[in-house]
Nanobody
Framework: QVQLVESGGGLVQAGGSLRLSCAAS????????MGWFRQAPGKERELVAA????????YYKYSVKGRFTISRDNAKNTLYLQMDSLKPEDTAVYYC??????????????????WGQGTQVTVSS
C-alpha cells in the first residue's frame, strides 16, 4: 500500500502562488498514476490535475489550465502541484491520490486507491 502526506497549503492573496507537495511512502515501486483533487465546503471532490507514472503526460481541469502545473519526482517519491495566479474560487482542501493499478493519466475519481489527509488552500480577495 501507499501512504500519502500533503504539505504546502496556506493562505495567499489572489494572484499569488503556492506549491503543494505530496510525499509517498510504503511502496518502493513508483510506476503508478497520481493526481490532485480538491473539495470546497458543500461541494463534491473534483479532479484538478493528473499525471502518468513518469510525469511525461498530464491532464488539467479546464479552469486551472495554464495556471497550475503537476509534476513528480519519482526518485524522491514526491508529487507536486505548482499553483500560480490563484483565485478565490481555488479555495479548497487539496488531496493527492494514487492509482497503483495504472501507468496512465487517470481522470476517474473512483479509480484512485490511496488518498492523503488533505491540505487547506485559502485564497483571499
Amino acid at each position: 500500500q501507499v501512504q500519502l502526506v500533503e504539505s504546502g497549503g496556506g493562505l495567499v492573496q489572489a494572484g499569488g502562488s503556492l506549491r503543494l507537495s505530496c510525499a509517498a511512502s510504503g511502496r518502493t515501486f513508483t510506476r503508478y498514476s497520481m493526481g490532485w483533487f480538491r473539495q470546497a465546503p458543500g461541494k463534491e471532490r473534483e479532479l484538478v490535475a493528473a499525471v502518468n507514472w513518469s510525469g511525461g503526460n498530464a491532464y488539467y481541469k479546464y479552469s486551472v489550465k495554464g495556471r497550475f502545473t503537476i509534476s513528480r519526482d519519482n526518485a524522491k517519491n514526491t508529487l507536486y502541484l505548482q499553483m500560480d495566479s490563484l483565485k478565490p474560487e481555488d479555495t479548497a482542501v487539496y488531496y493527492c491520490a494514487a492509482d497503483v493499478h495504472s501507468l496512465l493519466v487517470v481522470t476517474a475519481k473512483a479509480a484512485y486507491d490511496f488518498w492523503g489527509q488533505g491540505t487547506q488552500v485559502t485564497v483571499s480577495s
